[in-house]
Nanobody
């Protein structure tokens, strides 16, 4: 069992930055592919980014690939999503997720563990 806790969300003006953290419990953190998803009111859950077990490979949604950066520190059981050049369209609840996969291309339905989410609001 893995427990995930997101933090770092908040209110920021368009063009600003935020740093989202996901803290995971347990000693087997390095065995999980980690992903970030987001969901805005009235919209479907959307893939944002994912990272391989060693952190050597990342995948990004086209809408964020030039602005967001995902990294992980397995020694600290954390993953970091750096959000830059934020737009009002980025406003959503951001969720951290984990899965015992071997590829960064994992569908949302395949993730085994989810955090409670952290709110990101971008004003114009």
């Amino acid at each position: 069992q893995v427990q995930l806790v997101e933090s770092g969300g908040g209110l920021v003006q368009a063009g600003g930055s935020l740093r989202l953290s996901c803290a995971a419990s347990g000693r087997t953190f390095s065995t999980y592919v980690m992903g970030w998803f987001r969901q805005a009111p009235g919209k479907e859950r959307e893939f944002v980014a994912s990272i391989s077990k060693r952190g050597s490979t990342t995948s990004y949604a086209d809408s964020v690939k030039d602005r967001f950066t995902l990294s992980r520190d397995n020694a600290k059981n954390t993953v970091i999503l750096q959000l830059n050049s934020l737009k009002p369209e980025d406003t959503a609840v951001y969720y951290c997720a984990a899965v015992s996969g071997f590829s960064v291309r994992v569908a949302a339905s395949e993730y085994d563990y989810w955090g409670q989410g952290t709110q990101v609001t971008v004003s114009s």
